[in-house]
């Protein structure tokens, strides 16, 4: 034991805007040396456990899955001193059995986007954290807990294939992700499982299945309208199993078993006399930890 609060993040995905039940409720701007996040994040408690919630897509979704500021939206939930963060997706699914409605805890990925910034380090201050195991297990084992709690059927564990978007898959995209060993596609997760990693934030992915991307003989092309019509559903489970959450964490902070809290402990490869000090102001809140050593 520490003596550390433990702080609770969700990131939400489309159809994910707010979280119910929140004690003093407030959307607090953060400013952030990358820049601005997605939106305000809003924070308050939940069954005695602070919360920091942060709309991926911003109110309105207003924010496409490339120009998402994923540097930005770290920063800010680790400045408000979160400790255990929950990525809230929707996806399409490459398998039969993780049917629409279905949930699923992600445990790996394949990143195909190319359009984003990926880490904090750079020129100035160089670092490589393995993602080889790229959520915490212990908050996915959580994940999984609550999700079962709401009756929706969940999957523990799963490949996400990180595409760039917007656009959605083309059937022979669809079959080679397939063939790939994929089971579930989004646009979102990459680079924020890599960049919560960096920042030393435990990371659960929560992948809720709204169709059967392009690949499937009898559901055809993507829809828009079938992946809303599903997407509400999912978000009602997806409320109630953000609700569960603070009861099966609790209050108290301990450290990451898996490390997640302490990547960066031998990541940082530049040499202290030449590191940017630019670059090293940047990291403060990410990588002070380390940095301040």
């Not at 805007?17 to 003093?24: M, N, S, T």
């Not at 160089?126 to 994940?143: D, K, Q, T, Y």
């Amino acid at each position: 034991m520490t003596g550390k609060q433990r702080v609770i993040g969700v990131m939400g995905g489309s159809g994910v805007y707010e979280i119910d039940g929140l004690e003093d409720a407030a959307w607090q701007e953060v400013i952030t040396p990358w820049g601005d996040p997605s939106d305000a994040l809003l924070t308050g408690t939940l069954d005695g456990v602070k919360m920091v919630f942060l709309p991926r897509h911003g109110r309105g979704h207003v924010h496409s899955p490339s120009t998402v500021n994923y540097r930005a939206n770290i920063d800010a939930m680790k400045q408000m001193g979160v400790t255990d963060l929950f990525s809230v997706s929707a996806v399409g699914s490459f398998r039969e059995e993780m049917a629409p409605g279905d949930f699923v805890i992600v445990d790996q990925f394949i990143d195909r986007t190319f359009a984003r910034e990926k880490s904090f380090f750079g020129t100035g201050c160089v670092a490589h954290v393995s993602v080889a195991h790229p959520v915490c297990e212990r908050l996915s084992g959580i994940a999984y807990e609550a999700a079962r709690a709401t009756g929706v059927t969940v999957h523990m564990g799963g490949t996400y294939l990180a595409m760039e978007g917007p656009q959605f898959s083309s059937m022979a995209e669809s079959e080679m992700y397939r063939d790939w060993g994929c089971d579930v596609i989004g646009m979102t997760n990459m680079p924020e499982a890599k960049l919560a990693r960096e920042a030393e934030i435990c990371y659960a992915s929560i992948a809720m299945v709204t169709d059967y991307d392009s690949w499937h003989p009898d559901h055809g092309a993507v829809q828009i309208t079938d992946i809303l019509k599903t997407l509400k559903a999912n978000t009602a489970h997806a409320k109630s199993l953000v609700a569960a959450l603070p009861e099966l964490l609790g209050g108290a902070y301990e450290p990451c078993p898996f490390g997640c809290d302490r990547a960066l402990e031998y990541a940082i490869m530049t040499a202290p006399d030449k590191r940017d000090p630019e670059m090293i102001e940047k990291l403060a809140t990410v990588a002070g930890r380390v940095l301040k050593g």
